[in-house]
C-alpha cells in the first residue's frame, strides 16, 4: 500500500502501533512528488532536507511514546505563511528572495505537534485570485484533469493534497481561497471563524477577511488540525479566546433536527446545472439522515462582490505599501535616487493583478472618493452580516454550492478579470460576515469533474460544520475518490 494515499488519522494509528515510521511517509511523499509534480507544479519550494530530519525526531519521540496526532505527518504551507530559514514568497517577484526570520504562529504550533514539513506551496500572487494563474512563478495544474485551473489562491496547497503529494496542507481564505480550490480539486477546505485562527505571520492580503485553515482529504484530518493551529494568539490583536473544543469529539453526533438554510438567491440562472443538481441531490442525503431543509433569503446577496472588491483592494493597497524595495524583497537594479527606486521596485516586483488591486484600493480610498465607495462598502458589509444574523435565528447552518462552476480551464477567464471575480460568489459573503464556513467533496460533474459543497455556521460554531461534515462523508463515497495522475 502506497503511504502518500492515507490520511492524518490512518497513519497516526499506524505510526503509534509502530507498523511503519515517519520515514517511510517521508519517503513515499516524495517518490509521488518526484513522479507528479512535473504536471501539477504545485510547489514554490521543497523541503527535503528539513523533512527528513523533522521525520527522524518524530520517530524518535513516536517511540517514547509521546506522539500526537500529528507526530510524523508531512504537511504542506502556503507560500504567504512565514516559514524561519525557508523562502516565503507569496508567488510574488517582489519577495524572490525574502527568508523570514521568524515562523508564523501556525507554524510553530504545527512545530510543537511533531508535523513534517514538505515544502511552500504555490498561490496567486499575494493571494489574489482563483485559479492560480496570477502566480509570478508557474500555473499549478488541477490534478483531475491537468488543462484545468486547481482554484484558488490556495491552489498550490488543494493540489498537493489531491495529488498525494503531501498528507495535508494550509492555506488561506480572505474571500474563498482554501474552499474553492478545495472543491475544484475535491479535497476538504475550511475557513475557520475569523480570529479563531491567529494571523500572526501570514502576509497580510487583506487583514479584516484573511484566515488560515486546512486543507485535508477528509473531514477528521480538518478537525484534527483545528485542534491544533486553532486558538488565542497573544500576537494577534484579532484572535480569539473563545473555548477550543476537542473538534474531533464533536464529529460523530447525530443530525437529526439540525435545520438546513438554503438561500433562495444563490440558486439562480447561470449556475452550472450539474453544480446545481449535485448539490440539491447533497441536501437530500442530509434530509435522509435526519436534518430538516428551510428556505432562507439572504437579501444582500447580490452586493457581496461589489462590496468585497472596494474593502479588499483597499486593505490590500495600505497592506502592500511596505513593499518598497528599501527593507527586504526585490529592489530595481537601475534607480536615479530614492523616489525612483520606490517606484520601479514596485512596478518591476509586482504582477498586473496586484497592480490593478493596489490601484482600486488606493482610488477606492482617495479623499474625495473614501465617502462613495470605502464607507459605503463598510455600511453594505453590515448589512450582510445582519443578514446571516438573521438566518441564524432560524437555521443551524446554511447550505450552497462552493462555486458557481467545476474548475474551468486554463486560460478561460485570465482577458476577463470580472469573469474570475465571480468565481468567488458563493464564498465571499462568508468572509465580510466572518463565519466559518467548510468545502466539502459532494459530487462529480461530466469529465470527472469534482463539485464542492459548502456549509457555512454560526460563529465559532465549527463543531456543526464538523459534525454535519463527517455525517455526509460517512454516508457517501466522494471523498474516497483519487484523480489519476
Ligand atoms: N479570489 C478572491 C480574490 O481574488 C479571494 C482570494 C482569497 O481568498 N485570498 O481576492
Not at 24 to 29: A, G, H, K, P
Not at 308 to 316: D, K, R
Request: proline share 5%; glycine share 10%.
Amino acid at each position: 500500500m502506497d503511504l502518500h494515499h492515507l490520511t492524518i488519522h490512518e497513519l497516526s494509528g499506524m505510526l503509534k502501533k509502530g507498523v511503519i515510521r515517519s520515514r517511510d511517509i517521508v519517503d513515499s511523499i516524495f517518490k509521488r512528488i518526484d513522479h507528479t509534480e512535473g504536471k501539477i507544479a504545485a510547489y514554490m519550494t521543497l523541503t527535503r532536507d528539513l523533512a527528513y530530519e523533522q521525520a527522524e525526531k518524530a520517530d524518535s519521540v513516536i517511540k517514547s511514546g509521546k506522539a500526537g496526532h500529528l507526530t510524523g505527518i508531512p504537511v504542506a504551507i502556503k507560500d504567504n505563511i512565514c516559514t524561519n530559514g525557508i523562502r516565503t514568497t507569496c508567488s510574488s517577484k517582489i519577495l524572490d528572495n525574502f527568508v523570514p526570520p521568524y515562523d508564523a504562529t501556525v507554524i510553530t504550533r504545527l512545530k510543537d505537534a511533531g508535523a513534517v514539513f514538505v515544502g511552500k506551496t504555490n498561490m496567486d500572487e499575494f493571494a489574489m485570485g482563483s485559479s492560480t494563474e496570477n502566480s509570478a512563478y508557474a500555473i499549478t495544474k488541477n490534478p483531475w484533469d491537468t488543462e484545468r485551473i486547481p482554484g484558488g489562491s490556495s491552489g498550490g496547497s488543494a493540489a498537493a493534497v489531491s495529488a498525494d503529494e503531501c498528507i495535508a496542507a494550509l492555506g488561506s481564505d480572505t474571500g474563498g481561497s482554501i474552499r474553492q480550490p478545495a472543491a475544484c480539486c475535491g479535497v476538504v477546505g475550511l475557513k475557520p471563524t475569523y480570529g479563531r485562527v491567529s494571523r500572526y505571520g501570514l502576509v497580510a492580503f487583506a487583514s479584516s477577511l484573511d484566515q488560515i485553515g486546512p486543507i485535508t482529504k477528509d473531514v477528521t484530518d480538518s478537525a484534527i488540525l483545528l485542534n491544533i493551529i486553532g486558538g488565542h494568539d497573544p500576537l494577534d490583536s484579532t484572535s480569539v479566546g473563545t473555548p477550543m473544543p476537542d473538534f474531533t469529539g464533536s464529529l460523530e453526533g447525530d443530525i437529526k433536527g439540525v435545520r438546513i438554510g438554503i438561500p433562495r438567491e444563490y440558486f439562480i440562472e447561470g449556475m452550472d446545472i450539474e453544480v446545481e443538481r449535485s448539490v440539491m441531490e447533497s441536501i437530500s442525503v442530509l434530509e435522509g439522515l435526519g436534518a430538516i431543509r428551510k428556505e432562507i433569503s439572504l437579501p444582500h446577496t447580490d452586493y457581496a462582490v461589489a462590496t468585497y472588491y472596494i474593502l479588499a483592494t483597499a486593505e490590500a493597497s495600505s497592506n502592500l505599501a511596505r513593499y518598497d524595495g528599501a527593507r527586504y524583497g526585490y529592489r530595481t537594479k537601475n534607480a536615479k535616487d530614492l523616489f525612483d527606486m520606490y517606484i520601479r521596485s514596485r512596478q518591476e516586483g509586482f504582477g498586473p493583478e496586484v497592480k490593478r488591486r493596489i490601484m482600486l484600493g488606493t482610488y477606492a480610498l482617495s479623499a474625495g472618493y473614501y465617502d462613495a465607495y470605502y464607507r459605503k462598502a463598510q455600511q453594505v458589509r453590515r448589512l450582510i452580516k445582519e443578514d446571516f444574523d438573521r438566518a441564524f435565528e432560524s437555521v443551524d447552518v446554511i447550505i450552497t454550492p462552493t462555486a458557481p462552476t467545476p474548475a474551468f480551464k486554463i486560460g478561460e477567464k485570465t482577458k476577463d478579470p470580472l469573469s474570475m471575480y465571480l468565481s468567488d460568489i458563493f464564498t465571499i459573503s462568508v468572509n465580510l460576515a466572518g463565519i466559518p464556513a467548510i468545502s466539502i467533496p459532494g459530487g462529480f460533474c461530466s469529465g470527472n469533474l469534482p463539485v464542492g459543497l459548502q456549509i457555512s455556521g454560526k460563529y465559532f460554531d465549527e463543531e456543526m460544520l464538523f459534525r454535519l461534515a463527517y455525517a455526509f462523508e460517512q454516508s457517501t463515497e466522494w471523498h474516497k475518490r483519487r484523480p489519476v495522475i
